[in-house]
């Protein structure tokens, strides 16, 4: 045994490490998901006895106009939350200098990564609030009416998304940072030569080597943004009258809510949700791979 170890100890070195890891996520993520799509076949409360109803939970869901508001709101949530990938890449930019106090700029700029959701959603209710928030303060010195943004039915969502953008900049200014770290710097000197800079620079010679942390940033901002519920659950509730649903807080209303208990059909708004994402992402990984065999 002790000679098939030293072996073969660097192959099976890498297997070892990663079992426990790849364990816990067959465990808790494939397993759960699959339970997931057996579970939406079926008219279940969760305690009592399970009754099969084939497709009916997703021929429900075809006539649920809560359920079409929650998935325009997620597409919305798609849309606009990707603007913090380019912000955080340009926070990145400018904080990756050597220049005096730049180390208390990243620690501001750090910070809404570090605190909860919760305490955003909480920050943000008060900063939209229309009796003493500061964005009312400031409509107020423009001479502009007070606006209740999270009891207006066409602006709440806007206003929760940007309160998600804030500490999901942050995160992608993380991963960009640590990419612009790994950029060849020999490659940036031999551009200037040929007089490429500002832009072209960036867009020719940076990005480039910044694919890998902008596909970490694709995924998780993907994935951020369909399965936002925390703020949806702090700010609003899913209010005004459900206008600021999205299909997880819908999930969780009708699966786990006081008026709900219907754990086939939140499972099946979770299996529809977990397809947009898939087909998402899966799209994404197909336009990098015909990139790099464009290269």
Same mark, same amino acid.
């Given at each position: 045994?002790?000679?098939?170890?030293?072996?073969?100890?660097?192959?099976?070195?890498?297997?070892?490490?990663?079992?426990?890891?790849?364990?816990?996520?067959?465990?808790?993520?494939?397993?759960?998901?699959?339970?997931?799509?057996?579970?939406?076949?079926?008219?279940?409360?969760?305690?009592?006895?399970?009754?099969?109803?084939?497709?009916?939970?997703?021929?429900?869901?075809?006539?649920?106009?809560?359920?079409?508001?929650?998935?325009?709101? =997620?597409?919305?949530? /798609?849309? +606009?939350?990707?603007?913090? &990938?380019?912000?955080? *890449?340009?926070? @990145?930019? $400018?904080?990756?200098?050597?220049?005096?106090?730049?180390?208390?700029?990243?620690?501001?700029?750090?910070?809404?990564?570090?605190?909860?959701?919760?305490?955003?959603?909480?920050?943000?209710?008060?900063?939209?609030?229309?009796?003493?928030?500061?964005?009312?303060?400031?409509?107020?010195?423009?001479?502009?009416?007070?606006?209740?943004?999270?009891?207006?039915?066409?602006?709440?969502?806007?206003?929760?998304?940007?309160?998600?953008?804030?500490?999901?900049?942050?995160?992608?200014?993380?991963?960009?940072?640590?990419?612009?770290?790994?950029?060849?710097?020999?490659?940036?000197?031999?551009?200037?030569?040929? =007089?490429?800079?500002? /832009?072209? +620079?960036?867009?020719?010679? &940076?990005?480039?080597? *910044?694919?890998? @942390?902008? $596909?970490?940033?694709?995924?998780?901002?993907?994935?951020?943004?369909?399965?936002?519920?925390?703020?949806?659950?702090?700010?609003?509730?899913?209010?005004?009258?459900?206008?600021?649903?999205?299909?997880?807080?819908?999930?969780?209303?009708?699966?786990?809510?006081?008026?709900?208990?219907?754990?086939?059909?939140?499972?099946?708004?979770?299996?529809?949700?977990?397809?947009?994402?898939?087909?998402?992402?899966?799209?994404?990984?197909?336009?990098?791979?015909?990139?790099?065999?464009?290269?």
């Amino acid at each position: 045994m002790r000679d098939y170890w030293r072996i073969n100890q660097q192959r099976l070195a890498p297997v070892l490490f990663l079992m426990p890891g790849l364990l816990m996520f067959v465990v808790y993520v494939i397993v759960p998901i699959f339970q997931s799509v057996d579970v939406s076949f079926y008219a279940w409360d969760g305690l009592g006895e399970k009754e099969y109803v084939g497709i009916a939970n997703y021929v429900e869901l075809m006539d649920d106009e809560a359920f079409y508001t929650s998935l325009k709101n =997620n597409v919305i949530w /798609l849309v +606009l939350y990707m603007l913090a &990938i380019p912000a955080g *890449l340009f926070v @990145a930019l $400018f904080l990756n200098q050597n220049v005096r106090g730049i180390r208390i700029y990243k620690s501001l700029f750090f910070f809404p990564f570090v605190i909860s959701q919760v305490v955003v959603g909480l920050v943000f209710s008060w900063f939209y609030d229309p009796s003493y928030g500061l964005f009312n303060k400031v409509l107020g010195f423009f001479g502009a009416d007070p606006m209740a943004i999270l009891a207006d039915e066409d602006w709440v969502t806007y206003g929760i998304i940007i309160a998600g953008l804030w500490p999901q900049t942050a995160y992608c200014m993380i991963l960009y940072l640590t990419g612009l770290n790994a950029v060849d710097s020999e490659q940036i000197e031999a551009a200037r030569l040929d =007089n490429a800079k500002g /832009l072209k +620079l960036l867009w020719y010679i &940076i990005l480039p080597q *910044l694919r890998p @942390a902008t $596909f970490i940033a694709m995924v998780v901002t993907i994935i951020g943004a369909l399965r936002s519920f925390d703020l949806v659950s702090i700010m609003t509730n899913g209010g005004p009258w459900g206008s600021s649903r999205v299909l997880a807080f819908y999930m969780y209303e009708q699966a786990f809510s006081e008026y709900g208990f219907r754990m086939g059909y939140g499972a099946a708004i979770a299996v529809v949700l977990l397809a947009i994402m898939m087909i998402y992402i899966a799209a994404f990984l197909y336009k990098m791979y015909r990139d790099e065999r464009g290269h």
